[in-house]
């Protein structure tokens, strides 16, 4: 039986041929070709997508991380009490600065980028994140808070860590480095003392 305009050869090759009798075996063959290729070609969109899922990830646990390490900080500073935040003793000021950095760089010590000092080193810094605070009075007034009434608003520790996360891939609508700023407000108090 030979078909208007398909040669007999081609027809007996082809088994997708209109009025070719049913070839399992040939057929079979042309299937699992095609599943080679779609597995091919959807092989790297998913590992693709776990990848960005990863990183995802990554990026909400360091988030967490660097916020948790703000606020061990300013909670640390807060709690000190008032006594300790004399604005006139610079030695005073320079110890509560380091021990807030110590906490805060302790907190942080198991964020994937991080680069400082191990914990439990005397004077711990940390590069990444970085650490800052300033001491704020609501309102704005000056003073020293270690002077304030006991009515008065409160003087407030404010920590802000600056975290630099790494993508493990380099997309074109995300840069390579995120930048996560975190702040945290404590008011001092003399409840830890």
Excluded at 7 to 18: F, G, I, K, T, W
Excluded at 176 to 193: C, H, Q, T, Y
Aim: charged fraction near 15%; hydrophobic fraction near 45%; proline fraction near 8%.
């Amino acid at each position: 039986m030979c078909l208007r305009g398909v040669h007999p050869r081609v027809q007996a090759r082809d088994p997708l041929v209109p009025g070719m009798p049913n070839r399992p075996l040939a057929r079979a063959r042309f299937q699992r070709g095609q599943s080679l290729v779609e597995f091919a070609l959807l092989v790297p969109l998913m590992l693709l997508l776990v990848v960005a899922l990863v990183d995802l990830g990554r990026l909400f646990t360091s988030a967490i991380g660097v916020e948790s390490a703000a606020r061990e900080a300013a909670d640390h500073g807060a709690m000190q009490g008032k006594l300790k935040w004399d604005l006139t003793n610079p030695v005073q000021m320079a110890q509560n600065m380091q021990d807030m950095q110590t906490r805060a760089c302790t907190a942080a010590s198991t964020l994937s980028d991080y680069v400082g000092d191990p914990p439990g080193t005397v004077n711990m810094t940390c590069s990444n994140p970085s650490f800052a605070y300033n001491l704020e009075r609501v309102p704005v007034v000056s003073g020293n808070c270690s002077t304030q009434a006991e009515f008065e608003d409160p003087c407030i520790v404010h920590v802000t860590m600056t975290y630099d996360f790494h993508m493990f891939l380099d997309f074109l609508p995300l840069p390579p480095i995120l930048n996560l700023v975190r702040e945290s407000r404590f008011a001092i108090s003399d409840l830890g003392l």
